[in-house]
């Protein structure tokens, strides 16, 4: 049923409320190719190899975003330190360390999002429909350095660190770090942990969640403990071999769905036959 979703999608038309609907005697008529029994199970044995392929690397994420959640609880506190660091942290504003750049009217710079996964990275490289308006004039220019947040989400933790420049709807806040009190990933890293985010909420303004917004006024009132700038990068050093692994396993997880998508295609619709030992058929 899967391989014929293209098909079956066709069959759909629109209720009063734009809900999709399939009627039943459609449906029911539906054609579908079923090879002998036999076929079916070997074709549900060769897909089930690629399902435990898939199961396994989640669980190798699984493993190590908890092992990285434990460490951004200890690490980002101050209740493990490295060696050779036993400087007490200092309590900051946020506005004393933070500029807010607010720079407009760049149309030769190319659109990026802000991801709460990802970070920072280039539209073209989702697979979304681009909602962005005609008119960029208004958009916010973001450099290498800077921090983006969604104005709206950031009590959700949706922000994230450029390395690219370019500009992001006039949705996002851009924040510069003060280069001689913070390591930019460091304070991205702080911006996810739930002690900070936690901080977030409570100065985002809005009568709901969905009407949340943390504007860079309120942005600048939040205090937070933070390191010297050389115990900031020790920590920073600290993930970034398991950001590396995190990022390879993801690349792995989503080449093996593609894989089994195109050999679903393959297998499910009779382009693509499995051996049969004489003795099974």
């Not at 759909?12 to 579908?32: K, M, N, R, Y």
């Not at 450029?162 to 806040?173: K, M, N, R």
């Not at 504007?215 to 993930?239: H, V």
């Amino acid at each position: 049923m899967v391989s014929r979703k293209s098909a079956l999608m066709r069959l759909v038309s629109e209720a009063g409320h734009g809900t999709g609907t399939l009627q039943t005697d459609l449906l029911a008529s539906f054609p579908i190719l079923f090879p002998s029994l036999s076929e079916q199970e070997a074709i549900a044995g060769s897909l089930r190899i690629w399902d435990c392929a898939v199961a396994i690397i989640e669980c190798l994420i699984a493993a190590k975003l908890k092992l990285r959640k434990g460490l951004m609880q200890k690490l980002l506190t101050g209740k493990r330190r490295f060696p050779g660091f036993s400087e007490p942290w200092r309590e900051m504003r946020l506005g004393d360390v933070f500029t807010n750049r607010v720079e407009t009217n760049r149309p030769d710079l190319a659109l990026v999002a802000i991801t709460r996964k990802n970070g920072v990275v280039d539209r073209d490289s989702l697979n979304r429909r681009d909602s962005s308006n005609e008119d960029k004039s208004k958009y916010l220019r973001i450099a290498p350095g800077d921090i983006g947040y969604n104005t709206m989400r950031m009590w959700q933790g949706v922000s994230g660190l450029s390395s690219i420049e370019g500009i992001v709807s006039p949705a996002y806040t851009i924040v510069t770090p003060d280069d001689a009190t913070l390591v930019p990933e460091f304070i991205a890293l702080l911006f996810k942990s739930p002690p900070m985010i936690h901080w977030f909420h409570r100065y985002s303004q809005g009568l709901v969640n969905d009407t949340l917004s943390l504007k860079y006024q309120n942005f600048a009132k939040i205090s937070a403990l933070l390191p010297e700038r050389a115990e900031q990068q020790r920590i920073a050093d600290a993930f970034r071999p398991l950001d590396r692994e995190l990022a390879l396993l993801d690349t792995q997880l989503a080449a093996i769905k593609t894989q089994k998508k195109g050999l679903m295609q393959q297998l499910l619709t009779g382009k693509r036959r499995v051996k049969i030992a004489p003795e099974a058929a």
